[in-house]
Structures are given as structure tokens and as C-alpha cells.
């Protein structure tokens, strides 16, 4: 359940700098699928837009046979990172929150200095009948680390190798005791670009909210909660 707060402040910024192809705030960054005009990025709603079509008829990105085909692991031109929205790396106070993993960012071919757009699919109760997607929130946070090491979630800066990307995000106070959790170092990573700073190897991803024990995914169009990634 999160708190009903302002977000005055809120810099929408992977937004990573995510600096978002549709949001405001943070500079943009060169990015094919924003520049190029087509702001879908992979595993988004089918009406938000579609693919370029190859010489043979087939779609972007797949063979002649119609399977995928790409330029991330996996045999696919995206990449879904799951987020469960119980995980997060922010601060947490009375409240069963599960600690969001470290990812590497190796696994997904991506290494500093590249640039990579990213996308919220899915979407997640908040408590139950209540759509994050609803209320006007980044669905998706994100910060860089040089380390995969996470703090006790009592602590306020609990990614101990976060790399700051200028651009942020403001989480809001937790929803029991109002105790801060923004970070300078985290970003909005719902739906934009960003290139990768140096020294990262690993993300942290975690669900907008300030409660997690109540959070459930809501497998939006049978799609589980997550980011879809694009270099």
C-alpha cells in the first residue's frame, strides 16, 4: 500500500540518465529507439506501435522462419528482466519487503558506456484493486552499482557501490513512520534511455511504492511485471 503523498520535486529521469523518450524532466539521451521516432520498445502493448518489416515480409528482428532473432542473450531483440514489486533496495521500516537481487549487467550483453533504452511491462497491485499504473507514479527504479552488495533494509543507502548518474528520481518517505529513502544515486527507469556509467556492473531494480508486503503482480495482458530491455 503506498501512501497518499505529493510528488513535488519528482525528476522523471534507465527515464536509466533512463532519460524518458514520452517523459519530462532529465536530458535526453541518443538512443536509437527514441531517436528513430518509434518510442515502442519491446514487450509494450501491440497497439503502442509496431516493428519495421524485413525484405521478406518478416518482421524486425526475426528470421524467415518467424522466430526471434537478436542482438541480446536469449535470441531476442529484448531482454524482460523481472521485478517482483515486494523487491526493492530502497529503505524499508516495518514492512516484509524482500531485498531486490543484483543484476549483472554482463548477462544482458550491456557494459559501461553503452547506451540502453528500457521499458516498464506489466504492471503491479499496489494493495489489493489498486493499479500502480493508475495513480501517475514511475512504475520502475533503478541505480548502478559497482558491487552486489546490499545493505540491512533499515539503512537509508543500502546499495554500498551506487554510481550517481546526475539525473534522479525521488522515492517517497516509507509508508510506516514516514522514515526518508531517497537516494542520490537511483533513477526513473520506466520508459527511456540511458547510457551506462562507468565502473557499473550490476542494477538494482525495485517497484515504485512505499509498502511492499502487500504487493502482487498483475500480470497486465498475461505479462508479468518487469523491464524490457533494448541496446
Same mark, same amino acid.
Do not use: E, I, S
Given at each position: 500500500m503506498r501512501a497518499s503523498l505529493p510528488l513535488a520535486g519528482l525528476l522523471l529521469a534507465l527515464g536509466l540518465p533512463f532519460s524518458g523518450c514520452d517523459s519530462v524532466g532529465a536530458d535526453d539521451v541518443p538512443c536509437t529507439a527514441c531517436a528513430s521516432g518509434d518510442s515502442d520498445l519491446p514487450g509494450s502493448h501491440p497497439e503502442s506501435g509496431g516493428s519495421d518489416a524485413g525484405d521478406d515480409g518478416s518482421s524486425a528482428g526475426e528470421d524467415s522462419d518467424g522466430e526471434s532473432g537478436g542482438d541480446l542473450p536469449g535470441g531476442s531483440t529484448d531482454d524482460v528482466i523481472p521485478v517482483d514489486p515486494r523487491q526493492t533496495y530502497?529503505?524499508?521500516?516495518? $514492512?516484509?519487503?524482500l531485498d531486490a537481487p543484483a543484476i549483472l549487467l554482463a548477462e544482458?550483453?550491456?557494459?559501461?558506456? $553503452?547506451?540502453?533504452?528500457?521499458?516498464a511491462v506489466g504492471d503491479f497491485y499496489t494493495e489489493p484493486g489498486v493499479l500502480a499504473s493508475s495513480r501517475g507514479y514511475p512504475l520502475i527504479t533503478a541505480v548502478f552499482s559497482s558491487s552486489d552488495v546490499l545493505l540491512p533494509s533499515d539503512e537509508r543507502d543500502r546499495v554500498k557501490g551506487a554510481i550517481d548518474t546526475d539525473d534522479d528520481v525521488v522515492t517517497l518517505a516509507t509508508a510506516t513512520d514516514g522514515l526518508e529513502t531517497d537516494v542520490a544515486e537511483d533513477v526513473d527507469a520506466t520508459d527511456g534511455c540511458i547510457t551506462v556509467p562507468d565502473g557499473a556492473r550490476y542494477v538494482f531494480l525495485a517497484a515504485y511504492d512505499t509498502f511492499y508486503a502487500d504487493n502482487s503482480d498483475a500480470l497486465a495482458d498475461g505479462q508479468s511485471f518487469g523491464l524490457s530491455l533494448k541496446k
Open positions: 530502497t529503505r524499508t521500516w516495518k $514492512d516484509d519487503a544482458y550483453g550491456v557494459a559501461p558506456g $553503452d547506451v540502453v533504452c528500457g521499458r
